[in-house]
């Protein structure tokens, strides 16, 4: 996707209709294989269920919109990834959403936790999470939130700077501690994704580059460091990735550094950690690896690359969040307008305007993230028409599902769900238009849990000092 001219995308797609990838379905109502939560169902009435409760019932006692986390879903997600990668240290990657309902379930599957912000870390030990357990990521750590980590014991501190290591100097002699690192690399991979989500090509923020000299010279000064334990190198290439080849060469690269760091100092370091960024089905388009085979050519890779370079196999971890948190969660809305628009060459297109939109998911207009819907309220015989379903925020490219084809008799009042909604829609949400953000809600057996308060209009007139006055 292309990013020359603010207006591009959308111009572009004014003169198409459905992508070729976009089949039009048989049947509408039906819920595609591998985009839905484990426990989503139609019930008999038509109706979808989560969690044993059908849409209506969660709206009707959570509000609309709302996000809904199947807790099994998630749950088994997690464990799979854990047993997957036994021996593995497998951190969950909180950025794609944390609350603290959250947190103790990943303790509870036997997951390690990272974070990347003195809230999301915040929220990690008011959990309770082990702080052992917990890695702190971040290209720009505050002397606050280092501090916090390093009193409350966190496990390892991912290192993004040299101004960091010096942080971390003072601050350690300060609090006569010490701390746990690992360096973040940048092994120059560019990884097939969209260039706003890739995180290892040379031209950004994070990490220490390995061409450019500046890893090695990171890794010898902490080695060097009276009160930095060095544990080993940190290596993400970005996120929504479907093929292995990134981390083969991102594999190959940190295993090339640690076999310079042993030269150079005669010791092998003890840890590589490959990132996150496993890709999720949004869409019937996207087809992601099982979580088995991952973790076999992962292994795979590292154990060929270390022979390569002689070097025993370190201990490996890694970071999945929206593998996890993704598909287990569904975003439902109500249906407010809609709108049939002419975009040339006979097609049309209908605007189907919910309560929600890029408020409580940035990703489709942030980086042209494409999503699926359906029908959750009822089923539909009616032939399906291609559709665009759109928030309510005055914005053109307030899109939340750019390409769907949905029954053509939808109609305001219908609830729409729209799957594998539960990594980076809440933990990126804003309050754009003073839109109070969505509660999150987990259901399971029947029952619904508040995960997360939905906001309320007296929760952003709480912010405004003009009325506290
Ligand atoms: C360092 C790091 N680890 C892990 C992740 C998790 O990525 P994903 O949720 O795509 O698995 C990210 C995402 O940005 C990241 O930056």
């Known amino acids: 996707m292309s990013h020359m001219h603010v207006a591009g995308t959308i111009h572009a797609d004014a003169t198409s209709a459905a992508p070729v990838w976009l089949v039009k379905p048989t049947d509408a109502n039906a819920l595609v294989d591998g985009l839905w939560s484990q426990t989503a169902a139609r019930v008999d009435d038509g109706q979808l269920r989560i969690g044993g409760l059908t849409a209506a019932e969660i709206v009707e006692q959570a509000g609309s919109p709302v996000y809904v986390v199947d807790e099994l879903d998630f749950r088994g997600r997690a464990l799979t990834w854990a047993k997957a990668f036994e021996g ?12 603290t309902t959250v947190a103790r379930w990943i303790e509870q599957e036997g997951l390690n ?3 990347s912000s003195l809230g999301e870390l915040t929220v990690a030990l008011r959990a309770g999470f082990p702080p052992e357990r917990i890695g702190l990521h971040g290209n720009n750590k505050s002397v606050d939130l280092l501090r916090l980590a390093l009193t409350a014991g966190v496990g390892r501190i991912i290192v993004d700077s040299a101004h960091e290591i010096g942080r971390l100097e003072q601050l350690t002699a300060e609090l006569d501690t010490r701390a746990q690192v690992l360096i973040r690399v940048t092994t120059g991979v560019e990884a097939h994704t969209h260039e706003y989500i890739a995180t290892a090509h040379e031209d950004q923020k994070f990490g220490f580059s390995i061409a450019g000299g500046q890893a090695l010279v990171a890794l010898v000064r902490c080695f060097h460091s009276p009160r930095i334990d060095l544990k080993g190198i940190h290596s993400h290439i970005g996120s929504q990735i479907f093929d292995t080849n990134g981390f083969e060469v991102a594999a190959r690269r940190t295993l090339r550094l640690m076999s310079q760091f042993k030269e150079a100092t005669g010791v092998t370091l003890d840890e590589l950690d490959l990132g996150g960024g496993f890709g999720i089905a949004y869409t019937i388009d996207d087809t992601p690896a099982t979580v088995h085979d991952l973790a076999a ?12 370079y002689g070097l025993e196999r370190p201990k490996l971890s890694i970071e999945p969040g929206r593998t996890i948190s993704g598909p287990a969660g569904t975003a439902l809305y109500t249906v407010g307008t809609t709108k049939d628009v002419e975009i040339g060459g006979g097609n049309t297109r209908r605007y189907i305007s919910v309560d929600g939109g890029m408020s409580d998911n ?6 042209a993230a494409e999503y699926s819907a359906v029908l959750a309220s009822r089923t ?9 379903v759109v928030g309510l925020h005055c914005e053109g490219g307030d899109i939340l599902v750019r390409n ?20 980076y829609s809440r933990s990126m949400a804003s309050n754009y238009n003073h839109t109070p953000r969505p509660g999150v809600v987990a259901v399971r057996d029947g029952k619904i849990t508040p995960l997360v308060r939905r906001e309320t209009l007296d929760d952003l007139l709480g912010l405004d000092a003009g009325l506290q006055a």
């Open 297 to 308: 050519s992962l292994t795979d890779i590292v154990d060929h690359e270390c022979r390569g």
């Open 404 to 423: 769907v084809f949905l029954p053509g008799d939808i109609a305001p009042g219908d609830l729409l769900a729209v799957p594998a909604s539960g990594a």
């Open 88 to 99: 593995w240290g497998v951190y969950y990657a909180g950025k794609s959403f944390l609350c």
């Open 113 to 115: 936790l990272d974070v």
């Open 362 to 367: 940035i990703r489709p207009a942030l980086y």
């Open 380 to 388: 539909s015989g009616a032939t399906p028409v291609l559709s665009r």
